[in-house]
């Protein structure tokens, strides 16, 4: 999937300048200080930080320490100094924003004279030319667990400074809540500033909330960056392959990014597809190496400072991914992972529930993963609408007794998020039942709990599949070498709802004939007409992802963008995973 | 040589001939554009209209008199000309102002060199003072002032002198001052409302502020007059959390703790908001909440949490009491049994920790069976399967694994005969084979179900084994699966023979 397969294809506009803009930004706080200062650095900032400015950067700008900043460490370290009778200057400087409740906690804390605050506006981080991070990992847990709304304005200021820099958008299209509110906040902003006419460089814009598709993300990810993102944790851009891939002592922190040319055409194959081609990869470079065979002086010369240290460059990555995948088979191709995947594909088809139910249950009780369980007890819960009562009280008791009993409260915030349900309608249908059957007989009553009973079990993700085909007929052979569409990040399995919502959506201009889709969706859905603009700027869609998106989702969506001639810039909060998505609702520490 | 100029034009106004010769003079002299330019001065310096017309006529009959025709400028002409005529276009629309400020209605008797000292804005600033606010816009107007230093500007003062005018009501000051402020750009509704708050016009300043479209105006002032519902709501509605926040913790200080509450019940989102706050500042209020809420619900977690955060186990205990109660009253009866079962697992792993001196308490029931049977109490493991009906399965899986990792084979061998595997017995071999002893891991291959035949076999990797296994039971993907294994030096003939039986179950 190299880049010159999409000749047709508009370029992508230059996300530099936003690390630009932010560096500037920060330099300009830090010289705000003259003299020597200690940069105290929290420490969920510190791999965005680096991508923006790093050591060296920092210390020409007379930063002399640095330290990284646990729970509450300021306020402690001003007050100490208090008592030690010390005398330094403090700052504080909030990103990307200072809120009403900061003050008043260090009001509270009686530091709220000692120390002067300053906001760093850094909203965006270009993770790649196509993937743009807000860095907002609390974003998922705070708007749709917590009802906490106060990303919502980070969110607008992100999409402001964009249409800031790259002009403004031609149409919106959003759905869910948090969209809305999104959009409307930076409506705001933008009648609040000075309007900026210019030729818009991308002029779609699709806000999509995370609460619209949980399935996917729920998904064992079996693209190659996603399969990596789950197995090793891809952070800010960067991995860090540990012995078992580096095959020596020490781990090595990798960038991965289109960069990387080993990695830009891989990171969207399915991974089956992938020790096939590094080991191509891996014949070529031997060839490239053995030109040197038979050179003369002259020639070798010419090939040691043009071509060496790129195949040298490349035979290092090309070691590391191989490495990598060498791994990632060893894990994956066990049988475990196999039965692991046929378990999700049932659930994703609606097709042996009981078998998969019992494959749960072994999987709880044997204590294989905490977090896997979790995982495909949502799944199960979301693809069947809710879980019979019987089945939701054992499976969650069992799942107490392997992992405690603090684990109710995640359970509780599963079912408040709609991840883990037990099926409601049935207790009220129960009642209805009941009165119903005290006036006719007892053979009508049997009908009649039939009928209740299929009435309650009606799934809003199987109804959703069959509308919009998100689940490709079983017994289809599907060549993962020649995808034939988005179904082939889940190995052919399953079309990513999200995904499916924005190309129809932009096939359609709107949500126009799929009224049915959305009211399953709870609705919520838009699209404004900003201005017409008629450039090439029309074939680069923005998508926002609120409460993170995963890398399955961005393949997807960069295999959509070169079917469609067009290409798909995500905007999202965070890069997500079933592991993060699943930690941020964990209730069991702190 | 203005001064001849002006003669010049004051002849020429007569028609006298004489003018041609004034012209002569100034030319030779070649001075002209600084005579125009000083006529024009002259003119602002001139009280006199009619005066101020003559001078500035100069600057034409100049003009024409150059082309030795008289004719009268248009203004494109007049711009064509060299002489730069920005000057003389600024100083007619200067001395129309001034004129207009001079006039007796208004009384303002500024010189020229003192209007363009003080500035416009200065003037303004005095034509608002003494409420000429009709005379201010058009001067506003006819001078291009940006809209929000000028016409905006007067009309925000009109109307916070309006506001004041006490003999007039609420609707019709608020109706005026609205139809005329509806198209003013950068109007800040909010300082008008201030000056009618201030004025002791509360109502007239919550009309007004319903103008006001940034909510983040409107907030400051109604919590000022005490209006806090409403700044609540406003807040709520501008969709900004800071807001809210403000807002929220505004009432905390102000209002008793019930009312608090209760303005809070009213709006769900300043309520998750505050409740968040207590989460991380303040755990206590946060009971008080639920409590008011009468949401058992959420008070049994609140306990739970509280309970493992606390070490000592008489308040863990405590809490989790505490819990159970809440959970009944929120008729969860799962929840409160869970918790009935762990504080009895509490209290066991208590006892056992003391008389041991293994660490238990705060693990989970399967992790404390775990430990037990890796220390070898399987008594009290057995003990804890029973009293928490532990499901067979799981039972089986736990003693399997701890007996595994002891590599106690012997004891494995006899617990797999007590009675029936509940998870069969592929279990028994894979585990075997984890643990590297093909020896034991062989002894049970025979008992595994047929389904699992093929997968026993090869986990011990007897290949023959598997072969005769998927042969018998005719399945074609066993029979793919175990050919897959085989290595075509050494399996030969098991691979033709798993070919044959292949084609013949295709077949089928």
Known sequence: ?590 | MAGILYLMAFVLQKESQKADEYLREIKEQSLLSEAVRQCVEAAGHEHEPETQKTLLRRHFTYRRNDNTHWFTPSLSQLLSLNFPPEQFVSMCRDLRVLNAVRDYTVGIPLTHTQFKQMTVQVLIDRLVYRKLYPLAIEVCRYLKTPEYQGVSRVLKHWACYKVQQKEESDEVIAKAVSVKLADAAGISYSEIATKAYESGRTELAIKLLEFEPRSGEQVPLLLKMKKSPLALSKAIESGDTDLVYTVVMYLKNELNRGDFFMMLRNQPVALSLYKQFCKHQEQDTLKDLFNQDDDHEELGNFYVKASYKDQRLEARVALLQSAVDEYYKAKNDFSAKTTEDEMRLLRFQRKLEEEKGEQLVGFSLHDTMTTLLSVGLHKHAEQLYKDFRVPDKRFWWLKLKALAEKEDWEELEKFGKTKKSPIGYLPFVEVCIKHHNKYEAKKYVSKVTPEQKVKAHLAVGDMEGAAEAAIERRNESEISTVLSRCSATTDHLLMERLNRAKATAVKK
């Open chain 1, 1 to 590: 999937m190299a880049h010159t397969e999409w000749k047709d294809a508009p370029g992508l506009p230059d996300f530099s300048l936003l690390k630009r803009l932010a560096r500037d930004q920060l330099i300009f706080l830090l010289e705000q200080l003259p003299g020597k200062k200690d940069l105290f650095i929290d420490a969920d900032l510190m791999s965005p930080l680096d991508r923006i400015a790093n050591v060296t950067i920092l210390k020409q700008h007379e930063v002399d320490k640095l330290y990284k900043v646990e729970l509450k460490p300021i306020v402690n370290l001003v007050n100490a100094d208090k008592v030690a009778g010390r005398f330094r200057r403090y700052k504080i400087i909030f990103t990307p924003q200072k809120f009403y409740a900061c003050e008043t906690v260090l009001e509270e804390q009686g530091v709220y004279g000692d120390v002067t605050t300053d906001e760093w506006n850094f909203y965006i981080l270009p993770l790649d030319d196509d993937i743009l991070s807000l860095e907002l990992p609390e974003f998922f847990r705070d708007n749709f667990l917590e009802g906490d709304q106060r990303w919502v304005t980070t969110a607008g200021s992100a999409l402001r400074l964009l249409q800031s820099v790259y002009g403004s958008f031609s149409k919106v299209y959003g759905i869910g809540r948090c969209a809305k509110m999104v959009y409307e906040s930076w409506r705001e902003l933008m009648e609040d500033g000075e309007q900026r006419t210019r030729q818009p460089e991308f002029a779609k814009v699709f806000l999509v909330d995370r609460d619209v598709d949980f399935v996917t993300p729920l998904c064992s990810q079996v693209v190659y960056e996603g399969l990596v993102d789950d197995l090793f944790r891809i952070k800010c851009g960067s991995v860090e392959f540990g012995p078992d891939v580096t095959s020596s002592d020490k781990s090595i922190k990798v960038m991965l990014n289109s960069q990387d040319k080993v990695f830009s055409e891989i990171r969207n194959e399915h991974f089956s597809n992938v020790f096939g081609f590094l080991s191509q990869k891996a014949k070529n470079l031997q060839t490239a190496y053995d030109k040197r065979r038979g050179m003369d002086i002259q020639q070798m010369k010419a090939f040691v400072a043009d071509e060496l240290k790129g195949l040298k460059q490349e035979h290092r990555l090309l070691s590391l991914h191989i490495g990598a995948s060498e791994s990632m088979m060893k894990k994956k191709t066990k049988q475990d992972f196999q039965e692991l995947l046929k378990t999700e594909h049932s659930l994703l088809e609606g097709f042996e529930i009981r078998e998969c139910i019992t494959y749960i249950e072994e999987h709880i009780n044997r204590q294989v993963s905490m977090i896997d369980s979790l995982r495909l007890l949502c799944l199960l819960s979301i693809t069947e609408n809710g879980l019979l009562s019987k089945d939701y009280r054992s499976l969650k008791a069992q799942y107490l007794q392997s992992y405690g009993i603090e684990h109710l409260l995640t359970f509780a915030n599963l079912r408040q998020l709609g991840l883990l349900e037990e099926q409601q309608a049935g207790e009220t249908l129960t009642v209805m039942e009941s009165k119903v059957g005290k006036l006719v007989n007892d053979k009508t009553v049997g009908k009649l709990t039939d009928a209740f009973s299929s009435l309650a079990k009606k799934s809003n993700f199987r109804a959703l599949s069959k509308r919009l085909a998100l689940v490709p007929k079983s017994g289809e052979e599907y060549d993962l070498r020649v995808p034939r569409d988005m179904a082939y990040v889940f190995s052919g399995a399953y079309i990513p709802l999200s995904c499916k919502l924005i190309e129809q959506v932009l096939e359609r201009d709107g949500w126009t004939g799929m009224e049915e889709v959305t009211r399953m969706l709870n609705g919520q859905e838009f699209a404004v007409t900003e201005a017409r603009s008629k450039t090439d700027a029309q074939r680069i869609v923005l998508v926002m992802f609120l409460g993170g998106c995963t890398f399955s989702e961005i393949s997807a969506l960069r295999f959509l963008g070169k079917e469609r001639g067009c290409r798909f810039i995500v905007v999202t909060t965070a890069i997500t995973n079933s592991s993060r998505l699943l930690e941020a609702l964990l209730d069991n520490s702190a």
